[in-house]
């Protein structure tokens, strides 16, 4: 089966650029999707296809992948911003979530 | 508005079973995909299933098959997950979720519905 692998948690200085990795075997030629989870709420998807953000998801969210790593970044974080946020990928007919991040702004 | 919206989810004894229902609005249900996801308590996300939007193929995460069966009713915009032989370990947030795309992302998701497995 495949695996991606996520931090456990992440800080970021409130107003800095936050990175969360999500490792995976040759994850480069996948299609990556993000998606941010607050306390109590379903996941919001972030980023989609590895960079492409839906339509109200600010232009701070940005994704890139290559190689074994994806990343989303979170440019000028904000305290609402804090949440877990996942990675998925599909993988031979199974859907394949990280284990999840906790995005902490200081 | 695009909505999903689950239910049935309630306390169950172990092997026992359960149906999840969840019902679309907003949006021409029969064009789309579908999933379920769930979320244990306190941990990650974890993919259950999926449906394409004919119903005609459909796919289990490994320690689902055999125990959950996935379908829909298009003319009603309902999606469906059949739950037996029910253990502690599915005690969790159940979502049903929109998916769009290759890959494919899941773009909407509903609020959820809790299926606790308990004696």
């Known amino acids: 089966s495949y695996d991606l692998t996520q931090p456990l948690s992440v800080s970021v200085a409130l107003g800095q650029t936050a990175r969360i990795s999500c490792k995976g075997n040759n994850i480069g030629i996948k299609n990556v999707h993000w998606y941010q989870q607050r306390p109590g709420q379903p996941p919001v998807l972030v980023i989609y296809r590895g960079g492409n953000r839906p339509s109200g998801i600010p232009e701070r969210f940005s994704g890139s992948n290559s190689g074994n790593t994806a990343t989303l970044t979170i440019s000028r974080a904000q305290a609402g911003d804090e949440a877990d946020y996942s990675c998925?990928?599909?993988?031979?007919?199974?859907?394949?979530f990280g284990g999840g991040t906790k995005l902490t702004v200081l | 508005e695009v909505q999903l919206a689950e239910s049935g989810g309630g306390l169950v004894q172990p092997g026992g079973s359960l149906r999840l229902s969840c019902v679309g609005s907003g949006f021409t249900f029969r064009n789309y995909n579908m999933n379920w996801v769930r979320q244990a308590p306190g941990k990650g996300l974890e993919w259950v299933s999926y449906?394409?939007?004919?119903?005609?193929?459909?796919?289990?995460a490994d320690s689902m098959k055999g125990r959950f069966t996935i379908s829909r009713d298009n003319a009603g915009d309902s999606l469906y997950l059949q739950m037996n032989n029910l253990r502690g370990e599915d005690t969790a947030l159940y979502f049903c979720a929109r998916a769009f795309g290759a890959g494919p992302a899941l773009d909407v998701w509903g609020q959820g519905t809790m299926v606790t497995v308990s004696s």
């Open positions: 449906i394409s939007s004919s119903g005609g193929t459909i796919y289990y």
């Open positions: 998925q990928v599909w993988d031979s007919s199974t859907m394949v």
